[in-house]
């Protein structure tokens, strides 16, 4: 792709970059001295800072960037969300409003590589209608059970935290369903292969994404995103099944059955299916816990959440594939 000879607030920019942020300034800074640094001319990029709870600090963090940067770019766009605050609907705003033919994604709390930019523009040719980058989760010390499953997204066959896709291809395919609060990226995923849509992969476009800490018990808690899964299988049963989950998650229905069977026993006054059934639950709690702590820390803090919350998953997690199921109305497990 060629350089825009004609003045630079006249042209229309090679790639507009949609940037949502959720009022995290120092992540966002970083992000952004990235982005600035890039190979890529300046004056070829836009970037659109999508506010997703307005906020003056983000305001005046843009603007201090946008007078930084000068005419020779890149352009920076504040845009305040004033609408539903779903990271669907945020990015929605972000690339309607892109003024480049091809526009790129990414969140504000990765480092996008110098030649991000350029390797991701590079990767387009005429039949190609999406790019989807390299992301690196570089490990920092021992690895909790959380951590490394986020670090699977290394590994994403498609990742809105570092792809790129045509406008017209946006606007062809919806954009991004705003029905979903989560799995809503798997959902664009599977409507662009439905649309056979040429995906590229550029592994020399590239960005780094740290693995932040999280709460105390977050692997349970997040689990309230698996009724969005019911909605994702609802939507694209064989790319479910395909891509996303081969089959029901049958190890925490057999360990709830388990659970439900011993209190109901116990109650009855029926010892022996009491104890049996309560040894099936300590088995499969006890190889649940064993999974989530090979290969991870084996700090005392970190054993004692994986106990704890390893009693605790497989009961969240089918009350709220159930809870999608019903929801969405949909024979989902």
């Known amino acids: 792709m060629q350089a825009t000879q004609t003045v630079p607030n006249q042209s229309v920019p090679d790639v507009s970059v949609v940037l949502p942020t959720g009022g995290r300034v120092d992540l966002l800074d970083r992000c952004l001295d990235a982005i600035m640094r890039q190979t890529l001319d300046g004056r070829r990029v836009e970037v659109i800072i999508v506010d997703e709870h307005p906020r003056h600090n983000i305001r005046q963090l843009v603007a201090v960037w946008r007078a930084s940067a000068g005419e020779r770019g890149p352009e920076l766009k504040y845009l305040p969300n004033n609408g539903p ?48 980058g390299r992301i690196e989760m570089p490990p920092t010390g021992a690895l909790t059970d959380y951590q490394r499953e986020a670090r699977q997204l290394e590994h994403a066959e498609f990742s809105i935290t570092n792809c790129f896709c045509r406008k017209s291809i946006l606007e062809q395919v919806g954009g991004f369903d705003e029905r979903f609060h989560a799995g809503w990226p798997d959902d664009f995923h599977f409507r662009l292969i439905k649309m056979q849509v040429n995906i590229a992969r550029s592994q020399h476009a590239l960005v780094v994404h740290p693995v932040r800490p999280v709460a105390w018990g977050a692997s349970v808690w997040q689990l309230k995103h698996l009724a969005f899964d019911a909605l994702l299988f609802k939507t694209h049963p064989q790319l479910y099944r395909q891509k996303k989950s081969a089959a029901p998650a049958w190890g925490h229905y057999v360990t709830v059955a388990a659970l439900v069977t011993c209190a109901a026993a116990a109650a009855a006054g029926s010892n022996v299916v009491a104890l049996a059934s309560g040894a099936v639950w300590t088995v499969m709690t006890a190889l649940l816990c064993h999974k989530r702590l090979r290969g991870t820390s084996h700090s005392v803090s970190h054993v004692v959440e994986v106990l704890i919350t390893s009693a605790l998953i497989p009961p969240a997690a089918v009350f709220w594939r159930l809870a999608g199921a019903l929801k969405h109305r949909v024979r989902f497990a």
């Open 85 to 132: 605050d779903t990271p669907a609907a945020v990015r929605n705003l972000g690339w309607r409003s892109a003024r480049a033919p091809i526009v790129a994604f990414t969140d504000d709390d990765t480092v996008p590589a110098p030649s991000w930019l350029r390797h991701g523009l590079g990767a387009f040719t005429d039949n190609v209608g999406a790019v989807s």
